[in-house]
């Protein structure tokens, strides 16, 4: 039976992105929401920005579980087990007491790695210095490799380059053939695909450091793509975690991808919220603030991003943004509201 959600019920949804724009807090918006076989609603808000629903954003973090998801298909193969050393692939990643971290470790932000120099090289425009491999080799360690989580996006460096040794070929390459190709993202790269329909990314430092950005092909932060692909990357797992056929993964793959991986180990700020996070994907916790199934997972962006993917809603929703460093709530505001539009829904 075809579902249908009642575009009333929708208008919650609708009004948050609005509000957000009409503040001036977000230069524009464009939303999504899907079930594993079709796009049910989408919403574009222009405000300082015009952006059409094809726009193409810069989704900063949302970039990790797409990553992640030619590391998985590494185990998928028999070429990865996820708790063998990185450096078992990666030689030179052992040192300065990184031996025995595991790619476990890098998805799951267990790592340890102090990304401190790397984050200061990444916004001053560092084009010249180290890859971002090599500098998460050269890394020192903050806390021993799985006794404590911080968020680290250095150690996706090193997810990227576990994947260009075992697929033998640079990782954009890969990752393109293996992941954003199979999946129909046709408009997803390190680069924007059409520079006529890239959104500007407001706070950023300027056109030259978002072109040196952009240049480094940052592992856990530097895909642009529209809605429209990251709708299609989260019917993949959507279908796959269902047990049908997958374009990128099998179920059990995406089973272990989303399952939680964290629990009961404490963060490394004291006081801080604890980490809940899967295999390159967050889980749902209390300061996320949503309202969701037990099964869902996503990840958010530092320019206001977020996909959001619940297997108990049949859903996938996309919110897309052009901030750096923008607040977080929005999106969630929206989510919630799709969600609950979806408890109205009727079928046909």
Same mark, same amino acid.
């Given at each position: ?7 009333? &019920? ?60 030619? &590391? ?74 799985? %006794? ?24 954009? &390459? ?15 790269? $390190? ?12 706070? $950023? ?7 040196? $950005? ?72 209390? &300061?996320?603030?949503? %309202? ?57």
């Amino acid at each position: 039976m075809a579902r249908v959600v009642r575009p009333k &019920a929708l208008r919650h949804a609708a009004a948050v992105a609005d509000r957000a724009v009409e503040s001036g807090s977000h230069p524009c918006a464009v939303l999504a929401a899907a079930g594993a076989d079709g796009i049910f609603w989408s919403h574009v808000v222009a405000g300082a920005d015009r952006p059409a629903q094809d726009s193409i954003f810069l989704l900063a973090s949302i970039t990790k579980p797409i990553m992640a998801t030619a &590391a998985l298909q590494m185990v998928e193969r028999g070429r990865l087990l996820l708790n063998a050393p990185v450096a078992s692939v990666v030689e030179e990643f052992a040192a300065n007491g990184k031996a025995w971290a595991t790619t476990r470790h890098l998805l799951t932000h267990t790592s340890g790695i102090d990304e401190s120099a790397w984050i200061e090289d990444r916004m001053n425009g560092g084009a010249g210095g180290p890859t971002c491999l090599g500098m998460a080799c050269s890394a020192h360690l903050r806390f021993a490799a799985g %006794t404590r989580c911080e968020y680290c996006s250095l150690s996706f460096a090193a997810v990227a380059g576990v994947v260009e040794r075992l697929a033998g070929e640079p990782y954009v &390459a890969h990752l393109n053939a293996a992941v954003l190709q199979p999946a129909g993202m046709a408009d997803t790269d $390190f680069r924007p695909a059409d520079p006529s329909r890239a959104m500007p990314v407001h706070d $950023f430092g300027g056109d030259a450091a978002l072109e040196v $950005f952009t240049r480094r092909r940052i592992a856990g932060g530097g895909l642009w793509s529209t809605a429209a692909d990251l709708v299609r990357f989260g019917q993949a797992f959507l279908r796959a975690g269902r047990g049908e056929p997958g374009a990128i993964l099998g179920q059990a793959a995406v089973r272990s991808m989303t399952t939680l991986q964290t629990a009961g180990i404490p963060p490394l700020a004291p006081g801080a919220p604890a980490f809940d996070y899967a295999l390159g994907w967050c889980k749902p916790s209390v &300061a996320d603030d949503v %309202t969701c199934s037990t099964s869902a997972y996503g990840h958010g962006g530092a320019t206001g991003t977020l996909l959001w993917i619940d297997p108990g809603f049949d859903l996938v929703f996309v919110f897309l943004t052009n901030r750096w460093g923008i607040e977080q709530d929005t999106p969630r505001r929206a989510l919630n509201a799709v969600h609950a539009a979806l408890a109205l829904e009727v079928t046909q």
